[in-house]
């Protein structure tokens, strides 16, 4: 008689998962925030940052002050694991930093903490993300299996790791949004590349020789065009022969706060200054200028489109891209996401996000519920989870970490109790949202 199979259901030894870290994509403020809170909560995680440092995007704009002083910039976890170290603030409060003072006297301190710094991963910029040996098509027992990260090394070479849960902190800086007002990249691009910078370019510093004499043309209707059009107004002024000209694709230049009741006044500066810069002539603005193709002159670029419905076009030898952002969703083809059609921000946050009716400083409280989506233990956080929308302020961030990684310890209660307190503002958009971006 041959041996029987025992198929009598085994008790599981060991839960898999809860041996694996959490894995957080993105070593910025966000990012560092959530492992400073998984820190406390006694949770292992690992973090893969694509770049050679930390807020790697955070420093490309560095020479950039925000317009949030220093009390919304640092994240209560990472404050009292700093504090506890030693640390202490030589700033004061209630002034707003630079880029690289965030990085210089913030972050770099935090990551440089023993218990964060053994777990980042430099140069490691994730691919894709999956379940262990499943497509986003299978569903059994899909809960319980590990994520699966593909990581491509600086070196070219590919690894895959596991996790637990995933913390998808990398932003969205390196993925502005085209110039065509059309969301797809201008026909004839790939011919004017080398004349279309990233935004925020360092102009009165180590940009400045390639701006200075020169006509620059900036495209875009937000914080971050307002920055670029008042140092290009400054280098005008500074260097003969500079020139500014302004391209939206509005009726109205002015996308930005200059509200007299704005809470932040480093952020109602920006309009104001910018309204000064085109009363005065220092900057031109070409208003209701949709772009749908771009072309070389020679020395410079062309964009060609229409203008109120006419044939239009603008020539510069520089553009400065700053029509805003939008997610990296490609390397998540094959986990299950439940996103806004219109902005592409998690389904249940799209609507208290909304750049048609909320402002950066009226986004509603909301944490792990509102982040989820059908992929249990993956979230999208910070600038990021904003998808498109502009409204992004780092404090909000800070509170979305907080509340998911209780999640993921099982603590709901204190995953559950959201709050946020934000700064009243004056208009962050309204309307015709491209462009627009808010800078904490």
């Known amino acids: 008689m041959g041996t029987m199979l025992d198929l009598t259901p085994r008790t599981v030894v060991s839960d898999r998962l809860a041996t694996l870290p959490v894995v957080i994509i993105g070593a910025g403020p966000v990012g560092l925030a959530a492992a400073a809170n998984l820190v406390e909560r006694g949770i292992d995680f690992t973090i893969l940052e694509a770049g050679s440092r930390i807020a790697d995007s955070v420093q490309l704009g560095g020479h950039t002050r925000f317009f949030s002083p220093w009390k919304h910039l640092i994240d209560p976890a990472s404050r009292r694991l700093l504090e506890a170290s030693g640390w202490a603030l030589s700033a004061a409060e209630g002034r707003a930093p630079s880029g690289q003072e965030l990085v210089d006297d913030y972050l770099s301190p935090l990551a440089d903490l023993p218990e964060i710094g053994s777990r980042i991963r430099f140069s490691q910029r994730v691919i894709a993300v999956t379940r262990e040996g499943m497509d986003r098509t299978r569903t059994a027992g899909r809960a319980q299996t590990p994520f699966l990260l593909r990581v491509q090394h600086a070196d070219g070479q590919v690894a895959e790791v596991t996790a637990r849960a995933v913390i998808d ?10 110039l065509a007002s059309s969301g797809l990249v201008p026909l004839g691009f790939d011919q004017v590349a080398d004349h279309v910078l990233h935004a925020l370019p360092d102009v009165l510093g180590a940009d400045r020789a390639r701006f200075a004499g020169t006509h620059t043309v900036v495209v875009g209707a937000g914080h971050s065009a307002a920055n670029t059009l008042i140092a290009l107004g400054k280098l005008a002024r500074d260097e003969p022969g500079t020139r500014v000209s302004w391209v939206i694709r509005n009726p109205s230049a002015i996308r930005v ?14 309009g104001t200054r910018t309204e000064q810069l085109v009363a005065s002539g220092v900057v031109s603005v070409v208003d209701s200028f949709e772009i749908s193709r771009v072309e070389p002159t020679g020395s410079g670029i062309r964009l060609v489109g229409t203008r109120r419905g006419e044939p239009a076009t603008v020539e ?5 891209n700053a029509t805003g952002f939008r997610p990296d969703l490609d390397m998540l083809r094959e986990v299950r996401l439940e996103l806004d059609e219109i902005v592409e921000a998690p389904k249940r946050l799209a609507p208290l996000i909304d750049p048609n009716l909320h402002s ?10 509102e982040l989820t989506h059908p992929e249990q233990g993956f979230f999208i956080v910070g600038m990021k989870s904003y998808g498109r929308a502009p409204t992004f302020l780092l404090t909000t961030g800070y509170e979305q970490v907080r509340s998911v990684t209780a999640w993921i310890d099982g603590d709901v209660t204190a ?9 009243a503002t004056g208009v962050c958009s309204t309307g015709d949202s491209a462009g627009a971006s808010c800078c904490s």
């Open 169 to 178: 902190a990398s932003g969205t800086y390196t993925t502005p949004n085209p």
């Open 415 to 423: 995953a559950s109790q959201v709050a946020l307190v934000l700064p």
């Open 360 to 369: 950066c400083g009226t986004v509603e409280p909301h944490g792990f519920r």
């Open 316 to 320: 510069a030898d520089l553009v400065v």
């Open 257 to 270: 706060s200059s509200s007299p009741d704005d809470e932040l006044p480093d952020r109602a500066k920006l």
